[in-house]
Each structure stands twice: as C-alpha cells, then as structure tokens.
C-alpha cells in the first residue's frame, strides 16, 4: 500500500469558507451512504480522516482534504437520503450550484455509487451535472465485498449504461479491505495532475 500524507482543511459550504488554493480538486459525489466518506479514507489508508458511519447523512457540508500537498480531494453530503425530501440531487446540485460553478480548480467529479444498486434518477442527473460543468468524471462503485465477481461484473456493465460512461471509468472498490484503491487513486491523480505523470 503506497503511503499518502493527508491533511484536513476545513469544513464549510459558503463560497467565503471554501480554501483559498488552486490546487487541482476532485469532488466525491453520491447517494447517501454510497459510501464517499470511507471511500476518501480507504484511499489515503487512514481510519478516521471523514466522517463516515452507517446513519445516512453523516456528512452535512463540504469537507477539504489536501493530498500529498499537491491536490485537494473535497467530501460532499449525500443526496437521496429517503426520509429527507430536500435531498434530492437537484436539490443537492442547486445547494452546490455555487460550487460547481465558480470553484476553477475543480478538475473532477468522483461520481460514488453502491456497487450492488443499479443508478438511480439522481445519479444518472449528478452524472449529467457534472459532464454539463466541464468536470472529469470517475465512477468509483463500492461494496463489491458484498459482490460475487460475476456479479460486480454484471452490474459494473449496467452501471456503464445507465451513466453513459466507458466502463474502463468505473473503478470497482471494496473500501473495507482496500481492494481497487491504489488503481483508483491512480486514476484520480491522472485527471487532477496529467503533467506529473
Ligand atoms: N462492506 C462495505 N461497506 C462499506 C464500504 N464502503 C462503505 N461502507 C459502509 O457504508 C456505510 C456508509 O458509508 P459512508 O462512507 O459514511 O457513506 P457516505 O456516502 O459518506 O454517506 P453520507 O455522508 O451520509 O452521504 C458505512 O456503514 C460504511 O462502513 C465498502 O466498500 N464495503
Ligand atoms: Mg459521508
């Protein structure tokens, strides 16, 4: 596992709060309890960093993570949070509207999807919001502990053609063991830093 340095910033929603940095950022979007949270933290093999549990709607506002002092990795709340009818990812892209739009380093979107779950309206529509702001998009699918391997691969195919993206864009990721996270972080960096490589 390749070690990587991993600093909360801060925590906000407000244009006035976000960090003043232009270094490259990707935006890890998502249904609630898609698993975004853990995702972030399975990437940089840290425990703790997000917030992350298994009551939906664990995180509330935009949290920063600068990575490895050269790239920003932003953890948004979930949309679609059943009981909560203000959640949809219209609304959650309304909310974020200010974000997506004047935010220039914004490189990418982490698009993260259940692995078991076929995509819904909102991730078909946050898949189209994030095409429509210009943004990279990655899909991570996670859970695929709980997947059979012809199963992920089944699904990863449904995934592809419910979002209209090239299945070699969908990383497959089971963020408990941290299986499929070196190649996603690789992916990431790829998108955020193309002159590094
Ligand atoms: N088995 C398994 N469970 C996972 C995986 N990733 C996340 N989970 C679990 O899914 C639940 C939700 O994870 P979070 O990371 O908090 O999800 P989130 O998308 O950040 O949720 P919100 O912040 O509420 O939008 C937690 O109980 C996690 O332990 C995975 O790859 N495999
Ligand atoms: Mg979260």
Redesign the pocket.
């Known amino acids: 596992m390749q070690y990587h340095e991993a600093e909360f910033l801060l925590s906000g929603a407000q244009q006035s709060q976000w960090p003043a940095s232009d270094l490259p950022e990707a935006v890890f979007a998502?249904?609630?309890?898609?698993?975004?949270?853990?995702?972030i933290n399975?990437l940089v093999n840290r425990k703790n960093l997000?917030?992350?549990?298994?009551?939906?709607?664990?995180?509330r506002l935009l949290n920063f993570y600068l990575i490895d002092q050269k790239m920003i990795f932003t953890?948004a709340?979930?949309y679609g949070?059943a009981r909560d009818n203000r959640s949809s990812a219209e609304t959650f892209a309304k909310l974020m509207d200010p974000y997506f739009r004047y935010r220039p380093n914004l490189k990418a979107m982490v698009l993260?999807v259940d692995g078991r779950r076929k995509p819904n309206q909102d991730d078909i529509l946050m898949c189209e919001y994030g095409r429509h702001s210009h943004l990279a998009i990655i899909v991570a699918m996670?859970?695929?502990?709980?997947l059979s391997r012809s199963a992920m691969l089944t699904n990863k195919r449904v995934i592809a053609s419910d979002l209209s993206i090239s299945e070699s864009q969908i990383f497959p990721?089971?963020?408990?063991k941290k299986q499929g996270t070196e190649e996603l972080f690789g992916r990431i960096e790829q998108v955020l830093l193309p002159k590094a490589q």
């Open positions: 998502g249904r609630s309890n898609a698993g975004k949270s853990s995702l399975a997000a917030y992350a549990g298994s009551t939906p709607g664990k995180t953890d709340p979930g949070y993260v996670t859970k695929t502990d709980k990721v089971d963020s408990l």
